[in-house]
C-alpha cells in the first residue's frame, strides 16, 4: 500500500511564478490536509479538503493561495505570484477519519520544498 | 481552543541514557494526541496516540507516552537512546472540537543524541 505521495519534492520559482503542489493521498483515504512548515518551525494548517470540497480553509492565506481535491486525481496546492515569504516545506496528509473506530490519525508524504528566488 | 505546549525546544542526551520529551497540553474536550518524528528534510511519521484508551501508550521504536489528565501532560519517554532517534519530535493535539480533525503542532523539540 503506496504511502501519501507528493510531486515535486523540490520546487524553485522566481518572485511572481505560480507554484503547483500535487498530492495523492493514500488509497482509500478520502480526507486531505495540507500543512506549510516555515524554516525552524512547527508546522501550521491551512486547509482541509475532501474530494471536490473545501471543508476548512481557515488557515490558508486570504490571497493567493487556493487548493482543490477533485473527483479524479490529486489534491493540489496552487500558489501564485509567490513572494519569499512563500519559501517553506508544504506537507500533505491524508486520513480515513473513521471515527467509529478513532481511526483518525494523518499520515504525511514527504513534503514539497518550495525556494522563491 | 486546544493547544499543546512543548517544553523545551532542544534536548541532548547520550547514548543509552533515557529520553524524556515534554508536552503539555489544553483542552476543554477529552483530547486526542499523537507523538510524530520527523528526521531531517524527510516527512513526519507517527510514533503513537492517544484516543482515551489506556493512559499508557506504547509507539514504535521503543517510545511510549503517558497521558495524564490531572497534570494536562503527555510526555514522551525512552529508556535508552539510540544516535538513529536524533530528530525533531512534535507533539499535537486533534481539533475535534471544529470537526475537522484538523492536527494542532507543537514548536517541536530537537532531540540530540551523543555518542
Known amino acids: 500500500n503506496a504511502g501519501v505521495m507528493q510531486n515535486p519534492r523540490h520546487l524553485v520559482r522566481r518572485r511572481g511564478q505560480e507554484a503547483r503542489l500535487r498530492c495523492s493521498p493514500m488509497?482509500?483515504?478520502?480526507?486531505v490536509y495540507w500543512y506549510r512548515q516555515l524554516p525552524e518551525e512547527g508546522l501550521k494548517f491551512m486547509v482541509y479538503?475532501?474530494?471536490?470540497?473545501?471543508?476548512?480553509e481557515s488557515g490558508m492565506p486570504k490571497e493567493r493561495f487556493s487548493a482543490e481535491f477533485p473527483k479524479e486525481g490529486p489534491s493540489i496546492l496552487r500558489i501564485q505570484q509567490v513572494v519569499r515569504g512563500d519559501s517553506a516545506a508544504y506537507f500533505c496528509a491524508s486520513s480515513p477519519l473513521r471515527l467509529a473506530d478513532s481511526s483518525y490519525e494523518q499520515y504525511f508524504g514527504p513534503g514539497t520544498r518550495l525556494t522563491v528566488t | 481552543a486546544q493547544s499543546v505546549t512543548q517544553l523545551d525546544s532542544h534536548v541532548s542526551v547520550s547514548e543509552g541514557t533515557p529520553v524524556l520529551l515534554r508536552c503539555n497540553y489544553s483542552s476543554s474536550y477529552s483530547p486526542s494526541l499523537f507523538w510524530y518524528v520527523q528526521h531531517p528534510n524527510k516527512g513526519l511519521q507517527l510514533l503513537l496516540k492517544?484516543?482515551?484508551?489506556?493512559?499508557l501508550v506504547k509507539g514504535i521504536n521503543g517510545f511510549e507516552a503517558e497521558f495524564k489528565k490531572s497534570e494536562t501532560s503527555f510526555h514522551l519517554t525512552k529508556p535508552s537512546a539510540h544516535m538513529s532517534d536524533a530528530a525533531e519530535y512534535f507533539c499535537v493535539v486533534s481539533d475535534r472540537t471544529s470537526g475537522t480533525y484538523k492536527y494542532i503542532f507543537g514548536t517541536g523539540t530537537r532531540l540530540k543524541v551523543l555518542a
Open positions: 479538503l475532501q474530494k471536490e470540497n473545501i471543508i476548512d
Open positions: 488509497k482509500g483515504h478520502s480526507h
Open positions: 492517544y484516543t482515551s484508551a489506556a493512559t
